[in-house]
């Protein structure tokens, strides 16, 4: 995409998210509220100081995980709708591994957690990739029905072997020890967001400037050609979904390590799916995931404020930043469906 193409998309962008504020406006009058109050509350509830600042980063931060999990699936022709559950086999496995390994140095153990909740998650990731290299089993349905075995499995794990004593399904408290650093004291912004955007840095220089990554983008944009020209679409079609499921493995790890500091079961408030409209905006672009999810973290972080000082009703504040999604996502969705429908075409042609 070339620069001019690019300044494009994000003025449309812009243009979409004040067209959206302005029809969620005329919702908010209708329904008998103040605009004006509703919005104020909003932009300083996201941006109006050091703790708004810091709760819109805390609540981009496993958007920002799970929006560069299925946006880089997406540079393999792939719709990953499986990050929820790919976040939750990441969340409990770092769990049981900080706890696991506390005799071990602070840094080490916490390394090993990440590494350890990564693995995790590219596990899940590997059998839907494996189902569609192989059997060319669709990755959506593999991925949703993969969502409920592995919050369920993690569930049932917490609560048969690794609960706390108390009324309360969840694993012991971490040690000190075994969590991420805060950045911003007494916010819970840990070094979790630092790491998100260095793997979106490493993501992006493995799709512009390695093999893996070109013979990947050349998978998503035509595996019919990529395997003509010798290319092993199956190989790269793996590889892309375990990759994809490492980084949602990944978004459960910090959670857990650097804001809950234990595993909960049913904690994701759908971290996953709404990455997957955090995905569609950032489109082709990785970096635009990080202003993708920061616009997702300020809707969430501005709209309890909305609720709280405005008194606007929670259904009306999600509808507002439902419409946000929909002006600003539905073109770049349909792109993508094309996409998809155009490979899986291609596909059943060659066969």
């Keep these: 995409m070339s620069f001019r193409q690019e300044v494009s998309k994000y003025a449309y962008s812009a243009v979409a998210v004040i067209m959206a504020l302005v029809v969620g406006g005329i919702l908010i009058w209708a329904s008998g509220y ?26 981009a931060t ?3 995980f799970t929006g560069l999990s299925v946006a880089f699936a997406f540079q393999c022709g792939l719709f990953n709708v499986g990050a ?57 349905i593999t991925t949703i029905m993969l969502n409920y075995i592995a919050i369920l499995f993690t569930t049932f794990l917490t609560k048969t072997y690794f609960k706390d004593p108390g009324p309360v399904d969840q694993t012991v408290l971490l040690p000190l020890g075994s969590r991420l650093p805060e950045l911003i004291s007494g916010t819970r912004v840990s070094l979790g967001v630092i790491l998100g955007i260095v793997i979106v ?20 944009q035509n ?21 994809s499921g490492a980084v949602a493995g990944l978004a459960g ?42 616009l997702f973290g300020a809707l969430q ?30 073109p770049a969705l349909g792109n993508i469906i094309l996409r998809l429908k155009n490979r899986a075409q291609e596909g059943g042609a060659q066969k």
């Design 223 to 243: 595996p019919r050609a990529a395997e003509y020209g010798g290319v092993n679409v199956s190989l790269r079609t793996v590889q892309a979904m375990m990759i």
């Design 84 to 140: 929820e559950g790919q976040l939750y086999a990441g969340a409990f496995t770092s769990a049981i591994v900080a706890l696991a390994l506390s005799p071990l140095p602070s840094v080490l153990r916490v390394t090993i957690a990440l590494l350890a909740g990564a693995g995790a998650g590219a596990l899940v990731g590997f059998l839907p990739g494996y189902l569609k290299a192989k059997l060319g089993a669709h990755e959506v």
């Design 34 to 59: 103040s605009v004006r109050d509703a919005y104020t509350n909003l932009f300083m509830g996201a941006f109006g100081g050091t703790y708004s600042l810091a709760t819109t980063v805390l609540m």
């Design 301 to 330: 972080s501005g709209g309890q404020t909305m609720q709280l000082f405005a008194r606007i009703p929670m259904e009306l504040m999600t509808t507002v930043q439902g419409l946000v999604i929909l002006f600003v996502a539905a």
């Design 201 to 220: 840095a490493f993501l992006n220089h493995v799709m512009r400037r390695t093999v893996l990554g070109y013979e990947i983008e050349v998978v998503g």
């Design 62 to 64: 496993p958007l920002l």
């Design 253 to 294: 790890s910090v959670e857990v390590l650097g804001t809950l500091y234990r595993f909960i079961p049913h904690f994701s408030p759908g971290y996953g799916f709404t990455g997957i409209a955090v995905a569609v905006i950032a489109g082709s672009n990785l970096w635009a995931v990080i202003p993708a999810a920061l």
